[in-house]
């Protein structure tokens, strides 16, 4: 099964991502989690890609398309899988139309998950990352300091990105780019809108039932 995840910053899409590859048994491909692993490591990508995602801009398409390409490529991705940050924009759609082709394949689902800019906002500023596994959680502010990561013990920080003008502009770079790719996939008749509000496992369970998964 190949299913795309789109949606805002904030929408909750890793998490949901990360739950739904687990319930289809597919891997979870995140580009986000692919650059800031590249960045954390140094490598020649992760240096090129650094600025843009500091400013939350989209890294340029030549670097995320090679980046993902290569992890496709991976024996664990023929089954399917579960992308979650990609495509932003009308040309990675494309290109990643034409990556599928090359080998007969193509996407199965496209989900939208839908959640009100104010939520958004306020679910972005109070969430902490772990640098060690990537995982985000909820925090209320004041604990962020001391809170660890309840899977690996890591002290939480917040994302460079989270800050708040650094969210606006995020906010800003999916209406204009990314919401393209959603109606294109409308056009394709591939398209499911899903409210991304309220608890995690009732959200996960809305999207299992618009792909046809076993509870
Ligand atoms: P995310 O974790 O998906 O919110 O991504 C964090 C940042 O990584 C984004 O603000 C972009 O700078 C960069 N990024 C992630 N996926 C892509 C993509 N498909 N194309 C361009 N930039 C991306």
């Known amino acids: 099964m190949r299913v ?23 891997p979870h491909v995140g580009t986000g989690d692919l650059l800031r692993a590249a960045v954390a490591h140094g490598t020649d990508l ?9 400013r939350g801009e989209l890294v340029p398409d030549d670097l995320v398309l090679e980046m993902l390409r290569r992890r496709l490529e991976e024996p664990d991705a023929r089954a399917g899988f579960v992308l979650d940050g990609f495509p932003r924009n009308p040309a990675q759609a494309e290109a990643l139309d ?11 689902h496209v989900v939208a998950l839908e959640v009100p800019d104010d939520e958004i906002v306020a679910r972005l500023s109070s969430r902490a990352s772990c640098p060690g596994c990537g995982r985000t959680f909820a925090l209320p502010g004041p604990i962020l300091g001391s809170a660890t990561c309840d899977y690996d013990g890591t002290p939480l920080v917040q994302r460079d990105d ?31 809108r899903v409210p991304g509000v309220g608890e995690v496992p009732d ?13």
């Open 4 to 26: 795309i995840l789109l949606g805002p910053p904030g929408a909750g899409k890793g998490t949901q991502a990360v739950r739904i590859a687990h319930r289809a048994s597919v």
């Open 46 to 54: 992760g240096l090129r890609a650094r600025a843009y995602m500091e």
């Open 98 to 108: 034409a990556i599928l082709e090359e080998t007969g394949l193509r996407v199965d």
């Open 162 to 192: 989270d800050l708040p003008e650094v969210v606006r502009r995020r906010l800003e770079v999916f209406r204009h780019q990314t919401e393209p790719v959603i109606a294109h996939y409308q056009r394709h008749g591939l398209l499911t």
């Open 203 to 215: 959200v996960s369970d809305r999207i299992a039932k618009e792909l046809g998964l076993a509870s």
